[in-house]
């Protein structure tokens, strides 16, 4: 890829605000600015980043790395699709870090991510692509978070939980050993999970019960 100068966020949201302070914190090449096909958001300020205008100027930044900043996941793979079919590479993805990631050399955290303060990974974690892992977010030994998936502040999976993709996994949502979570289910915050969650579902509680069922638009 040709020299970074600069990085855009596809999406004026919370998390752009939050990925924001994160690439001025260690100092990412070029200035961060915002994409979002809101109108009534172009050329204002979203924290400290402006608004240049709607997603498709993406394709003409070619000197600027990307970062999906929507919140839900199904929402970053929507985009994710639509950029594709306009020719962004998943090379001009770029991975956020936070300085105080916790990151042994067994683990991986794939192209497009965003890993915010406080984050653990143990032993042999696997984390894929544009995957959002919120402040305080502890993963054990043999994890395996699939593309797209949200994990908000305060997650905590047991050893050898598996995430499918796009899943949502609400604020201080606890996951016991070996569990799955499959895709495009959603666990409420606080609920503690000893079951596992199938595609598409959303369950809440302690323990954890499902509420409703049906694969998210």
């Known amino acids: 890829m040709a020299t970074v100068s600069g990085l855009v966020l596809v999406g004026a949201s919370g998390l752009a605000r939050e990925a924001t302070a994160v690439a001025v914190l260690v100092q990412h090449d070029g ?19 402006p608004v240049l205008g709607g997603v498709d100027l993406v394709t003409g930044l ?30 001009r993805y770029a991975t956020l870090l936070h300085p105080r990631l916790v990151l042994p050399g067994s683990c991986h955290i794939g192209r497009g991510s965003i890993a915010l303060d406080g984050v653990v990974l143990t032993a042999d974690v696997e984390v894929g692509e544009h995957v959002v892992l919120m402040p305080h977010v502890t993963l054990t030994h043999g994890c395996t978070i699939a593309d797209f998936a949200t994990l908000c502040a305060g997650v905590s999976l047991g050893g050898d939980v598996e995430v499918g993709e ?8 606890s996951v016991r050993e070996g569990v799955r979570i499959g895709a495009d289910a959603t666990v409420g915050m606080g609920s503690v999970v000893l079951d596992d969650v199938p595609a598409g579902e959303t369950w809440v509680g302690v323990p954890a019960r499902p509420i409703r069922t049906g694969v998210h638009a």
Do not use: F, I
Not at 65 to 81: D, M, N, P
């Open 31 to 49: 200035p961060v600015q915002v994409v979002d096909d809101d109108p009534a958001r172009w050329g204002t300020l979203h924290g400290l980043a």
């Open 62 to 91: 070619v000197d600027h790395e990307v970062l999906l900043t929507l919140g839900k996941g199904r929402l970053r793979r929507r985009v994710a699709t639509r950029l594709a079919m306009v020719g962004l590479g998943a090379s």
């Open 166 to 173: 796009a899943a949502y996994l609400g604020m201080n949502a």
